[in-house]
């Protein structure tokens, strides 16, 4: 796309209201050239487009995904504003996304849902907030995260230290006894695997606490520690991958 990440990327949201992978959205807040962006997409495989209203939606065969019944998959994108990238594996799905943007349809921030996000003057760089989960039996990772009917996950960082907070809500005070006792079970495992250090650290650095139906993780560590663990687990992988090979 001709721009550098480091520097011009402002913002990537994600999002979905359905379980289908086709119902995401994808918008890229950046500093980008925004005809390029279009010579690029006309450029692309069976280039089309179509008009919604102020908008151009532009769509191209995506290549690299596989074909589904024998119909090729396309990318639906659209700029708006000369700073956002909206991009859908379905027309509908960009449309609404430019109906938000226009303020001309209900947003996140007047409808009600997830009001915690953005409150307290905190300036965090991840935000992630979900309902209605519906995850996969049997794996351990996911066992704290099958319990809960909402979870809210907020990075930031401030004064040399990262600050991650995991909000679990359940069902009922019982739901929430059990949930802390699961992740209670989860860092002692972590704490067990004394050939890993980071998840040693990781375990040792996080708190867990219960508030009625409300669970709460709070993880706080150095930014030169969580570096160096991202660094260390990046690492792990790679030699796990040249093991395989």
Known sequence: FNFDPRKQLRG????????????????????????????????????????????????WIDEKQKSRQGVQRRVYAAIHGGRVVVFAQQEPRVAQALDVLDHATANLATSGQFPQLGAGGRNDFIQVAVRKLDLPEGESKTALLRL??????????????????LNLEANDDDVAKQMVSVGQGLLALMKLQKDNSGSVKLAEAIALKQDGIAVTATLAVATADAIELMKANAARKTQKKAAKE
């Open 12 to 59: 990537v949201t994600l999002y979905s209201t359905g379980k289908a992978p086709e119902d995401g959205v994808l918008l890229v807040y950046a500093d980008f050239d925004a005809d390029r962006l279009v010579t690029l997409a006309k450029a692309a495989k069976d280039y089309q487009s179509t008009i919604y209203r102020q908008h151009v939606i532009h769509n």
């Open 148 to 165: 809960a009917k909402a979870v809210r996950l907020e990075v930031g960082e401030a004064q040399g230290k990262v600050l991650a907070v």
